[in-house]
């Protein structure tokens, strides 16, 4: 996350849960999505995984008091591409690299 001119920038990560179309265990596969999306395993992501769980119901625990609201965060995940990110990473590496450089202590 970054600030600029007084607005919150972010990454948004999205994970999800589905079932392959053609599955042969289609009901064990519903219990196991059901299992998940409950609130016993959901209550376990804030503090294990430090993300919000997908169980809206589920409360947060107290350290999540303080943190900053994710809705008021602009995500950036629109203005890019996976492919646009994957042909520029290695000149982003390249320049930070030189950044740091410059900055390291002799």
């Not at 600030?3 to 990560?13: E, I, K, M, R, V």
């Not at 982003?92 to 740091?100: P, S």
Request: zero cysteines; a negative charge.
């Amino acid at each position: 996350m970054t600030s600029w001119n007084h607005t919150l920038y972010g990454w948004q990560t999205i994970y999800g849960i589905g079932i392959v179309a053609g599955t042969q265990h289609l009901s064990l596969d519903e219990q196991f999505i059901n299992w998940f999306l409950n609130g016993t395993v959901q209550s376990e992501i804030p503090l294990n995984e430090w993300e919000y769980p997908a169980n809206r119901t589920v409360p947060l625990p107290s350290e999540y008091r303080g943190l900053i609201d994710p809705n008021s965060i602009v995500p950036l995940n629109e203005y890019t591409t996976p492919s646009a990110l994957a042909a520029n990473i290695v000149n982003w590496q390249n320049e930070w690299q030189t950044l740091a450089n410059q900055y390291a202590p002799p």
